[in-house]
């Protein structure tokens, strides 16, 4: 019960001096099991300079919920933060060593715009509980052509978008997603043949090999869609088509070969 009312040392130590100032029978030496060390050790004062950094920092982590310390440790040196590199990194996330290697993400590792577009669909609900799904189509050069919003989306949806797509800038030489209804229907073939696109699908089961989608897919879920509850579907499409206006760059997936 203790643990749960004082979590982290700061609290701790007030907790200790409350006890032992109110019934005099607790000091730090004999709550062992609350890491006496971290009691007794008195944390340095920040300086004003280290505290308004610490504020830019939770400011930039709740922007940017998905960019680790070191695009934020750039970022700040950008605005003319002084920024020191910690003397001991990171450990690494568990369950990974050290030039540990992953499953290669697919064969293909384009070096020129439209020459493979990634497609994939997600899901989210507004306020009234109805779901919204979204088609999301990244240029894996890297772009984000589009983002479509609505309640629902036919492979006459995927096809009318491809169209509307090849149009404002030409039919791409690959497209890849999975064996999802909409993209193994016959609308979609006939449009990819009629336009000279080859398709990739990715294995069953096997969503790293369209990593790019899952990593644009997971960003978007995490800045966007997980902080902002929509109304509507109109709120929806307004505030996906000002995010695509500033999308990011698909990071590339962990040793993507050619």
Do not use: Y
């Amino acid at each position: 019960m203790l643990k749960e009312l004082a979590p982290t040392p700061n609290r701790r130590r007030r907790a200790v001096v409350v006890l032992a100032d109110r019934f005099g029978v607790l000091s730090v030496e004999r709550v062992e099991w609350w890491a006496s060390t971290a009691q007794r050790l008195v944390p340095p004062t920040a300086t004003e300079e280290e505290q308004r950094l610490r504020e830019w920092l939770r400011a930039f982590s709740r922007q940017r919920p998905r960019w680790g310390w070191r695009r934020a440790a750039k970022q700040a040196r950008r605005e003319g933060w002084v920024v020191q590199r910690q003397a001991h990194p990171a450990p690494l996330a568990p369950g990974r060593t050290e030039g540990e290697h992953r499953d290669r993400v697919g064969a293909m590792s384009p070096i020129a715009p439209d020459a493979l577009w990634a497609m994939d669909f997600q899901f989210d609900t507004t306020a009234d509980g109805r779901t919204l799904k979204l088609l999301n189509i990244v240029d894996v050069h890297p772009g984000c052509p589009a983002i479509v919003v609505d309640r629902s989306i036919d492979a006459d949806k995927v096809v009318a978008t491809l169209e509307r797509l090849a149009m404002e800038r030409g039919a791409p030489a690959f497209v890849r997603f999975d064996h999802g209804p909409e993209f193994i229907a016959a609308a979609v073939a006939d449009w990819c043949r009629f336009n000279g696109v080859n398709t990739v699908f990715i294995d069953p089961g096997s969503p790293w090999q369209n990593a790019w989608i899952e990593s644009f897919n997971g960003r978007l879920r995490d800045e966007l869609l997980n902080g902002w509850q929509f109304d509507s579907q109109l709120e929806a499409k307004v505030g996906l088509e000002n995010r695509l206006q500033r999308a990011p760059t698909p990071q590339r997936p962990w040793r993507a070969h050619a």
